[in-house]
């Protein structure tokens, strides 16, 4: 069984700043890809980033950056310089290979992030 | 470029009715997820298909059935719907593959009075 844990209460950073969202996993199977989503509060969920088990090096993509710690499990979300339009709740989820290929996604609870200006 | 096209967006139903939500993959994508979100929760994968068989079965009601077609588009029928169906259902699509992002549709809101 896989299992995604969020536990940060509702995060807020100052506009420009850094911010780190904490994901932490459990799963048995011995590849798997971690994800994040960010959901706006107009619902719909948008794909920010991508890390796979046996890549070498921490994703990137633009102001998101992903702090993959195998061997403790983590899997951390980092923003930089935050903007206003950030403010969303943000989704870490994992697929694992145990199903197949085509392998549906585990979410965690979310955490709220809040931007100030 | 092309999205996932989920209809009806919001939908509003009385108890023990039936309501049909439809999604429409990305082209050429193969595999077709559907999701519900309760309020205030996180997204739960109700079952998946690939080339048009069940790939996969999660936590989705007996009440509830789906298919996909042979153009790929895929249907959730629910039927005796309860309060408690009220959420926002996600379809998704993706290629397949191991590590293959699922691209998510915008969602149908559904409420059940």
């Known amino acids: 069984a896989q299992k995604i844990t969020q536990t940060q209460p509702g995060m807020f950073v100052q506009e420009k700043e850094a911010v780190t969202l904490d994901c932490t996993y459990d799963t048995s199977d011995p590849s798997y890809g971690l994800f994040w989503y960010k959901q706006p509060s107009s619902g719909e969920m948008i794909f920010l980033i991508y890390q796979g088990s046996y890549d070498q090096q921490n994703a990137t993509e633009g102001r998101y950056s992903l702090n993959f710690q195998k061997a403790r499990k983590s899997a951390n979300l980092v923003i930089s310089a935050s903007q206003l339009g950030d403010s969303a709740m943000y989704f870490c989820a994992m697929r694992g290979t145990n199903t197949g290929a085509n392998s549906k996604l585990t979410f965690g609870k979310g955490i709220t992030l809040s931007v100030r200006p | 470029a092309a999205g996932v096209i989920q209809s009806p967006r919001h939908l509003i139903k009385e108890k023990r009715e039936t309501a049909t939500l439809k999604c429409y993959p990305i082209p050429r994508h193969d595999t077709v997820y559907w999701y519900q979100q309760g309020p205030g929760q996180d997204p739960q994968f109700l079952i998946s298909f690939y080339e048009k068989m069940q790939s996969d079965k999660g936590s989705i009601p007996d009440r509830f059935s789906a298919q996909q077609f042979s153009d790929y588009h895929s249907e959730l029928n629910m039927s005796s719907l309860e309060l408690g169906d009220s959420a926002l259902y996600f379809c998704?699509?993706?290629?397949?593959?191991?590590?293959?992002?699922?691209?998510f549709g915008p969602g149908t809101r559904l409420t059940v009075l």
């Open positions: 998704a699509s993706s290629l397949g593959g191991l590590y293959i992002e699922q691209f």
